[in-house]
Each structure stands twice: as structure tokens, then as C-alpha cells.
């Protein structure tokens, strides 16, 4: 299993950044690719980031060229660095692992507001 623990979540005036990190931790083979959801309130969850085990990466098209996601393979953790925040970005960010070629495993989820 995969324990996953995001930080770096907060309230941020239209404009400015912010730097989400996700820790893994637990007993796994491999983590294949990282990635970070957002839930905005009464919509469903979206996939915002995606990095794979090579650094391949793929954006959503409302993000892209605004967010940055990377990773550490030797400390397990992803980063999404978020700049050029607006208002529509405002929800609730999860980090999900894809491990061992097989599992799926979800963090708790961080909270970002971007206000007006």
C-alpha cells in the first residue's frame, strides 16, 4: 500500500502562487506515474498533472503553461507549482500514485482558494 500526504495548500489573491507537495510513503515495488486531481465544489474531480516514472508529463489544457509538476524519485514526492492562480482554480487538490503496475491510492486532499 501507498500512503500519500499533500501540503502546501492555502488562500491566494488572483495572480499568485503556490507550491503543492505529496509525500509516498508504505511498502511498494515501484511507483509508476504521480499525479494531481482538483475537485472544485459541485463538479467532479479532474485531473489537473500528470508525471510518469521517466518525467513524462501531460497538463490539462486549463493549466497549462501555469502549472509545473515534477518529481523526486529518491524522496517519493511530487511538487505542483502553481503560478498565474485565478479564481477558477479555487477547489480541493488530491495526489495520486499509480504503483506497482497495478494499484491506484489517494492522498487526503489539500484545500486551495484563489480569491478575486
Known amino acids: 500500500q501507498v500512503q500519500l500526504v499533500e501540503s502546501g495548500g492555502g488562500l491566494v489573491q488572483a495572480g499568485g502562487s503556490l507550491r503543492l507537495s505529496c509525500v509516498a510513503s508504505?511498502?511498494?515495488?515501484?511507483?509508476?506515474?504521480m499525479a494531481w486531481y482538483r475537485q472544485a465544489p459541485g463538479k467532479e474531480r479532474e485531473l489537473v498533472a500528470r508525471?510518469?516514472?521517466?518525467?513524462?508529463?501531460n497538463y490539462a489544457d486549463t493549466v497549462q503553461g501555469r502549472f509545473t509538476i515534477s518529481r523526486d524519485n529518491v524522496k517519493n514526492t511530487v511538487y505542483l507549482q502553481m503560478n498565474s492562480l485565478k479564481p477558477e482554480d479555487t477547489g480541493v487538490y488530491y495526489c495520486?500514485?499509480?504503483?506497482?503496475?497495478?494499484?491506484?491510492?489517494w492522498g487526503q486532499g489539500t484545500q486551495v482558494t484563489v480569491s478575486s
Open positions: 508504505g511498502s511498494f515495488f515501484s511507483i509508476n506515474s
Open positions: 495520486y500514485a499509480y504503483f506497482n503496475y497495478r494499484y491506484g491510492s
Open positions: 508525471v510518469d516514472n521517466r518525467g513524462g508529463t
